[in-house]
């Protein structure tokens, strides 16, 4: 498990949903685009309109733009952040082997943030469907392009892809783990930490992004002096306070499993 190379610095979260396909070449294949958002996500795109090297869609009333770049995302950003992932090996090697990149933005005046993330994932996974694709960047992590496309296979199913809505960050601190989200601004709530677990890395891995599931698709707030669990007998605090890995207060739950 890799720890964010600068989790100090996170970004506020943007009411625009922003990411990045990498690319191995310029090359890029629209009408496969198209025709991946029709007959993988049956989303109409009749108002689509192309024009030098961009798309733009209206889908349920949102703007979806992708503009191709035909060069790396600028200043080793994306390779940089190759190392926050958890779930991709060799990110920061296969990152780096990107020539281009399409930049996805989801605009949306009247749509939910999970309408907004589900459409996010509906695009960025038919754009992944391209041969060239390597994978994406969404700030802060990357994620490897079939990885990214099982995850959003999910809502087919009728659930909601919080491994690739939501960034769990893990890292190593005087023998104990730690664990943050990135990305629950985006959908009002406070970001969530685990500071100082006995539990394994795939244990705390699950529980954050159960925890980050709860939140978001029951509008849930945690209060802090609250507990919270999964089962009758698990009652983990909650308390909120200055971000460990973040420059902001955040959630803290006592999830003390090991």
Not at 129 to 156: C, E, H, W
Not at 189 to 215: N, R, T
Request: glycine content about 6%.
């Amino acid at each position: 498990m890799a720890k964010d190379l600068n989790p100090s610095q996170e970004k506020s979260v943007l009411s625009n949903m922003l990411g990045f396909v990498l690319l191995k070449d310029a090359n890029f294949d629209w009408p496969r685009f198209r025709k991946a958002l029709a007959d993988e996500w049956h989303l109409d795109i009749s108002n689509d309109e192309v024009k030098d090297g961009s798309v733009v869609l209206r889908i349920n009333d949102m703007l979806v733009a992708c503009s191709l770049m035909p060069n790396p995302v600028p200043d080793g950003e994306a390779e940089a952040n190759a190392k926050n992932s958890v779930v991709w090996k060799n990110a920061q090697e296969e990152v780096a082997k990107h020539k281009a990149h399409c930049m996805i933005a989801i605009m949306s005046k009247n749509g939910t943030a999970v309408e907004q993330a589900e459409l996010f994932a509906k695009v960025a996974a038919a754009m992944l469907s391209l041969k060239n694709a390597i994978g994406i960047y969404k700030y802060p992590t990357v994620y490897q392009a079939q990885f990214y496309r099982d995850m959003a296979q999910s809502m087919n199913h009728g659930e909601f892809p919080t491994p690739i809505a939501i960034h769990v960050g893990m890292y190593l601190s005087e023998g104990k783990m730690n664990a943050y989200t990135s990305g629950m601004q985006f959908f009002g709530k406070d970001e969530i930490e685990v500071i100082g677990s006995l539990a394994q890395p795939g244990e705390l891995y699950g529980f954050m992004l159960s925890i980050a599931e709860y939140v978001i698709l029951e509008d849930a707030v945690l209060q802090p002096g609250e507990t919270i669990g999964f089962t009758e007998e698990q009652k983990l605090l909650i308390t909120k306070s200055a971000g460990v890995a973040m420059p902001i207060e955040t959630i803290k739950i006592g999830f003390m499993q090991g």
